[in-house]
């Protein structure tokens, strides 16, 4: 059994920062050669894909987050990390991460709130 486990959300103003890790735990050995990605969703809408970075480490975003966030990745550690500059009220929702085809069980995910 995989679990991710999201953490690093919270509230912060407009303009602010956070910075996101995803743990992946349990029986999958290494996430090296895995796409991860970081995902979100807020209240009625659905889950979009907000980044995901490849195995060789080359990075893709979502055209409403590009230039404001960075995701890297630990695969000693098994974990994936979102880094968002310059949030904003439209970046509220539930971060979850998974991999880019969405492999594993979803986690909790973690709650980022923008408001001042």
């Known amino acids: 059994q995989v679990h991710l486990v999201e953490s690093g959300g919270g509230l912060v103003q407009p303009g602010g920062s956070l910075n996101l890790t995803c743990e992946v735990r349990?029986?999958?050995?290494?996430?090296?050669?895995?796409?991860m990605a970081w995902y979100r969703q807020s209240p009625g809408n659905q889950r979009e894909l907000v980044a995901y970075?490849?195995?060789?480490?080359?990075?893709t975003y979502a055209d409403s987050v590009k230039s404001r966030f960075a995701i890297s990745r630990n695969n000693a550690k098994n974990t994936a990390i979102l880094l968002m500059n310059n949030l904003k009220p439209d970046d509220t929702a539930v971060y979850y991460c998974?991999?880019?085809?969405?492999?594993?069980?979803w986690g909790q995910g973690t709650q980022v709130t923008v408001s001042s």
């Open positions: 998974n991999t880019k085809t969405s492999r594993f069980p």
């Open positions: 349990g029986r999958v050995g290494s996430i090296y050669g895995m796409a």
């Open positions: 970075i490849l195995s060789d480490g080359s990075t």
